[in-house]
Nanobody
Framework: VQLVESGGNVVQAGGSLRLSCSVSGLPLDSYVLGWFRQAPGKLRERVSCIVGSDGRTGYADSVKGRFTISVSNTENTVYLQMRSLKPEDTADYYC?????????????????????WGLGTQVVVSS
């Protein structure tokens, strides 16, 4: 199993980025996928999640209305479209996957419950 993030960059506040997570070894329609971020000196935060089988999503309050998570089952890739970026969005972003079944809402899964992780991609938002 391998998860590889890409798309991180330096962008000005108000700008947009799309992160991609290419997944191999897992059929995305059978798992819950999540995007997390961690800024220096801060705890890892779940940004968004999606249930691969039916597309149900969850978002952190800090990104609702600005970020959109999606899955391409044909490409086996998870995307995170980020708009109206703010300096406080600066962090390393990680994608992860967990076997579903414990919670109906993907937001119920804590970061420690995810089984597979990518190495991350860095997003820097300048003011």
């Amino acid at each position: 199993v391998q998860l590889v993030e890409s798309g991180g960059n330096v962008v000005q506040a108000g700008g947009s980025l799309r992160l991609s997570c290419s997944v191999s070894g897992l059929p995305l329609d059978s798992y819950v996928l999540g995007w997390f971020r961690q800024a220096p000196g801060k705890l890892r935060e779940r940004v968004s999640c999606i249930v691969g089988s039916d597309g149900r999503t969850g978002y952190a309050d800090s990104v609702k209305g600005r970020f959109t998570i999606s899955v391409s089952n044909t490409e086996n890739t998870v995307y995170l479209q980020m708009r109206s970026l703010k300096p406080e969005d600066t962090a390393d972003y990680y994608c992860a996957a967990v076997r579903p079944g414990q919670y109906y809402d993907c937001s119920g899964y804590g970061w420690f419950q995810y089984d597979w992780w990518g190495l991350g991609t860095q997003v820097v938002v300048s003011s």
